[in-house]
């Protein structure tokens, strides 16, 4: 199994350009997360999803954008970038099963500038 | 609302002596926590975790926590650090919500160096 993997793992853009990062599961979980992780912050959930075809807004999700249409994808827009939007990027995934304590796996992190 | 505050945001220790990082929480139902290591330019991987089961919790590469009730803490310790052990630790707390979505809290880190 690959687990959680993230494209692309690197990314520059301009101000104002779009993007999309890619997420993929194959431990058939229910439960999908973006992330984002900035120096002394920990990691700030993004969105979410808790079932194909549902997301929702976590702690941090002005500016982006979140689309769950394939149970093993999540997708993660950002529809003009801002500089504030350079971070690390992290996808995770995990059962909906509270007897599990919603352990969340990560993918690797995509790190994107916005210059 | 829950909440979690890891005490130290450096920890420098030799390496052959013991670790401790320190993680305090605010729950107002019993939590689920985690502690998460990242090392450098990598994801997050899970060390241990606590479910009200066992309130010592033994995890992967020899580091233990204890959940401590009373004292709203979850402290991650390893009797003898390694060089690889060098990495940013994360102590979690699972967000109770009637959604059950299994939202975290993250503490914002601590830096572990351990000098050889």
């Known amino acids: 199994n690959a687990g959680v993997t993230q494209t692309p793992k690197f990314r520059v853009l301009k101000t104002g350009q779009s993007m999309t990062l890619l997420c993929a599961q194959d431990m058939n979980h229910e439960y999908m997360y973006w992330y984002r992780q900035d120096p002394g912050m920990g990691l700030r959930l993004i969105h979410y999803s808790v079932g194909e075809g549902t997301t929702a807004k976590g702690e941090v999700p002005d500016g982006y954008n979140v689309s769950r249409l394939k149970k093993q994808n999540f997708l993660l827009g950002l529809e003009s970038a801002a500089p504030s939007q350079t971070s690390v990027y992290f996808c995770?995934?995990?059962?909906?099963?509270?007897?599990?304590?919603?352990?969340?796996?990560f993918g690797p992190g995509t790190r994107l500038t916005v210059t | 609302a829950q909440s979690v505050t890891q005490l130290d945001s450096h920890v420098s220790v030799s390496e052959g002596t013991p670790v401790l990082l320190r993680c305090n929480y605010s729950s107002s139902y019993s939590p689920s926590l985690f502690w998460y290591v990242q090392h450098p330019n990598k994801g997050l991987q899970l060390l241990l975790k606590y479910t009200s089961a066992a309130t010592l919790v033994k995890g992967i590469n020899g580091f233990e926590a204890e959940f401590k009730k009373s004292e709203t803490s979850f402290h991650l310790t390893k009797p003898s650090a390694h060089m690889s052990d060098a990495a940013e630790y994360f102590c979690v707390v699972s967000i109770s919500d009637s959604g059950n979505t299994g939202k975290l809290i993250f503490g914002q880190g601590t830096t572990l160096q351990v000098k050889p």
């Open positions: 995770a995934s995990s059962h909906d099963s509270a007897r599990l304590a919603y352990e969340q796996y």
